[in-house]
């Protein structure tokens, strides 16, 4: 398949005419969101709109023989196709992809293939028809393929491992299949063939042992290839197809995961698929960067893709970092007519039919996300995932307890814990079932928090996920807890705080960690972590009395310092014993500091007083947090009133790859003190200026939020070196290079 991303020319307004080339158009590349949205008080008005897409297809000049097709991966939502005036496709959901054949319509030269895009949120399709808490961007948001296929060809092999060493694939071919074979091999990733089996073409399932395949495992995710080839008579290969798959076997048995035979604890994250200004557009690096973050920042095994299907980028990153995803059909709490219904099958049947062989992914997610019983329609959907993919459990996530089980895993959104409650409801008050019990999310709109909120509103978010997740963890009744969610984001004016943003997420809108990211990031070993959450300021305390102090760390304990001398020595809460790492409370800030003397006067309780709590005047007070893991410092921090900031600013990658498609990387960007500590209480402006081949995407002004933000970079087409540069008023500018290769 060829990517035809490039030399697209789009109109916000669809007419007959642009169809027919009679009406100008903007160049754009995919992909593309229909407007850039701002960052706070997006809006519907942003993308409801019927634009048009058109391109001049570039086609070999031979084709006799020949089947073509055009796959497009997202087309938020209604997608009409049409090659040369002729209508070949209609596809109604944003979230999944789909083919067009083209090949009848076909002319010599000057092919033009044009899309009529509704993004308009129409009640007839999935998730519409009611309110919505998140934004359902629009545009040609994800790749748009070519795709020349002799006229027998091979459909995408379906693989399952059902033993440790035996793949199962399953790969039909289109066309007359007599007098063909296919030969099925299984590669490792760096292309040598571990096992093969050649097998005449027409037999739809052939089993290939692989006794040396290696496992897939969260923490060893091996992945391999299998490729299906399809044979004449003389040997020739005539067409080829492969897919990335994973030896492992998942199950839920007697209320447990089971990954590979080994009991797993699903920790994790609800993730949506938006982005600052580009709303769903963005291209698959920082698909990937998403992955990346939940399992090396956010350190959690696994995440749920809330509410559709996302990028095959993203699943892809998963299945080779060792994380566990609960995908599901797109639909909020609303369930249609019986058309709606019947497109929400469709939607069932696409989602498996394209992720299946995805090994991250352990379960299908078959109900409209929160919403009530409709056990025909909910049969229907279990009946259509369990017949495409007979080796996956399913689920459907509910607000409702005791609703209709027609599932194998019983998700339910508990919201119960309000920071006094316990952190989770028990499992009989949930379901009578004796089915596995998964908390599919938590926290949330319990508690928005947002990164610039006083200390002990982040402090208590971080908490709050803590208490949730170790009361999952504790009553050995949950097989899993994914919290909401993984990052702030864009939502209808339903929800969100008046600029329609849900901060709920344990990082803001560009992916910078709130207290609340080390609540999950400490219960991984993958690095260590430490974060002091409560503040060391006098001034942020009522009548300037410091009380108990959280760190939350992956440490034994942690060791605290005032002006580099020894005060104690802390660890995890046993309140918090579930947990890998709970949260560590420190007590008391004066421990092996405390003089002792017989008789005190006034004079000398003022003095005390001063030297331990008011740490006032004389020596400016340094805090300083020592993790400690077997007797080593594994990580530090200070909190000293700091003179001088600085930015720091990491960048997604910096080696840009330009060519059927754009590059884009994400810049986080951070206000810190001389410490390394977040400035949060600093609204800075910041000026970004970009020189080379990328161009900003959002304003060239932006300011911090809690002493964050962000922005985004594309190519613009060539390669090159490329510079950003950073300027505050507070600061001294930061650069980074970046290099764009063809
Ligand atoms: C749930 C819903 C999520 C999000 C969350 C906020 O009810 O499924 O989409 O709205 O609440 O806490």
């Known amino acids: 398949m060829i990517r035809i991303n490039n030399n697209w020319e789009f109109t916000p307004s669809w007419s007959e005419d642009f169809m027919r080339g009679n009406a100008p158009g903007t160049a754009v590349r995919l992909p593309h969101t229909v407007r850039e949205s701002p960052l ?23 084709l006799a023989g020949k089947r073509v097709f055009l796959q497009f991966d997202g087309a938020a939502h209604i997608a009409e196709v049409y090659i040369n005036e002729v209508k070949v496709a209609e596809h109604r959901s944003g979230y999944t992809a789909f083919r067009a054949e083209i090949t009848d319509h076909l002319k010599d030269t000057g092919n033009v293939v044009a899309v009529r895009l509704d993004s308009t949120e129409n009640s007839a399709i999935p998730p519409f028809g009611f309110v919505i808490d998140y934004l359902t961007f629009g ?9 020349i296929r002799n006229s027998v060809y091979l459909d995408p092999p379906f693989i399952t491992t059902p033993e440790p060493g035996e793949a199962r694939v399953e790969c039909a071919v289109q066309g007359d299949p007599s007098g063909l074979t296919k030969r099925i091999s299984i590669l490792s990733e760096a292309g040598d063939s571990i096992a093969s089996a050649i097998v005449p073409a027409a037999t739809l399932t052939a089993s290939v042992p692989a006794p040396d395949a290696r496992c897939w495992d969260l923490e060893d995710p091996v992945c391999y290839r299998c490729r299906v080839e399809l044979l004449d008579g003389s040997g020739k290969v005539l067409d080829t197809v492969s897919e990335t798959f994973g030896f ?82 797109p639909g909020w709490q609303h369930i249609g007519d019986d058309a709606w219904k019947k497109q929400a099958c469709e939607n069932v049947r696409e989602m498996v039919l394209q992720y299946r062989n995805h090994p991250s992914i352990f379960l299908w997610g078959v109900r409209i996300n929160e919403s009530l019983d409709d056990d025909d329609f909910y049969r229907e959907t279990n009946r259509i995932a369990h017949e495409l993919d007979p080796s996956r459990c399913t689920s459907g996530v509910r607000y409702i307890e005791n609703s209709h089980l027609l599932e194998d895993v019983y998700s339910y959104n508990d919201f119960s814990h309000n920071g006094k409650t316990p952190g989770a409801m028990a499992k009989k008050a949930v379901t009578k079932e004796d089915a596995p019990l998964l908390i599919s999310e938590a926290n949330g709109h319990m508690f928005p928090t947002k ?36 990052f702030d984001y864009p939502t ?36 260590p972590v430490l ?25 034994d304990e942690v060791r605290m310092y005032k002006n580099d001398k020894y005060v104690a020595t802390f660890h995890s809460d046993p309140a918090f014993s579930a947990l890998p790492h709970g949260p560590v409370t420190i007590d008391d800030t004066v421990g092996a500091l405390l003089e002792t003397e017989d008789r005190l006067k006034y004079e000398d309780l003022v003095r005390l007083y001063g030297l331990y709590i008011g740490n006032w005047g004389g020596q400016a007070t340094a805090w300083r947090f020592d993790a400690v893991t077997d007797g080593e410092v594994v990580a530090s921090v200070t909190k000293a009133p700091s003179r001088t900031l600085h930015l720091d600013v990491t960048a997604s990658h910096t080696e840009l790859k330009e060519g059927e498609v754009y590059d884009m990387a994400a810049v986080r960007i951070r206000l810190l003190d ?38 985004y970079l594309r190519t613009t087409g060539s390669s090159g070196t490329a510079r950003v540069t950073l300027f505050t008023d507070q600061t001294e500018p930061v650069s980074l290079m970046f290099t764009v290769k063809q």
């Open 248 to 329: 492992r076997t998942v199950e839920f048995k007697d209320g447990a995961f089971y990954l590979n035979s080994r009991k797993v604890f699903v920790r994790g994250l609800n993730r949506h698929q938006c982005y600052p200004y580009a709303g769903y557009a963005v291209p698959e690096q920082l698909q990937r960067e998403d992955a990346r973050i939940l399992k090396e920042e956010l350190q959690v095994n696994a995440v749920r893709t809330s509410h559709y299907p996302q990028s095959h980028y993203f699943l892809d990153e998963c299945d080779h970092r060792g994380l566990l995803v609960f995908t599901e059909i």
């Open 531 to 555: 974060e002091v959450i409560s503040s060391m300021d006098i001034g942020d305390y009522a009548a300037g009395i410091i009380g108990n102090v959280t760190c939350l760390t992956n440490a």
């Open 451 to 486: 990164a610039w909120d006083p200390w002990e509103k982040r402090q208590e978010h971080a908490l709050r996920h803590a208490r949730v997740l170790n009361a999952a963890m504790a009553d050995g009744d949950h097989v899993g807890c994914y919290q909401w969610c993984m």
């Open 40 to 62: 706070h008080y997006a809006s519907p008005a942003d993308y409801e709109m019927v634009s048009g897409y058109r391109k001049v297809l570039d086609l070999p000049r031979d």
């Open 674 to 711: 001389e410490y390394g500590n977040v400035a949060v209480y600093d609204p800075i402006p910041v000026t970004i200026m970009a020189e080379g081949p990328v161009e900003i995407v959002g304003p060239s002004v932006t300011v911090l939020e809690g002493g964050m933000g962000g922005t």
């Open 139 to 147: 545009g040609l948001y994800r790749d748009v393929w070519l795709d």
């Open 492 to 527: 209808h004016q339903d929800f969100g705080s008046g600029d329609r943003i849900c901060y709920h997420g344990v990082m803001d809108y560009f992916r910078n960690a709130k207290p609340a990211a080390a609540t999950h990031a400490s219960q991984g070993q993958r690095h």
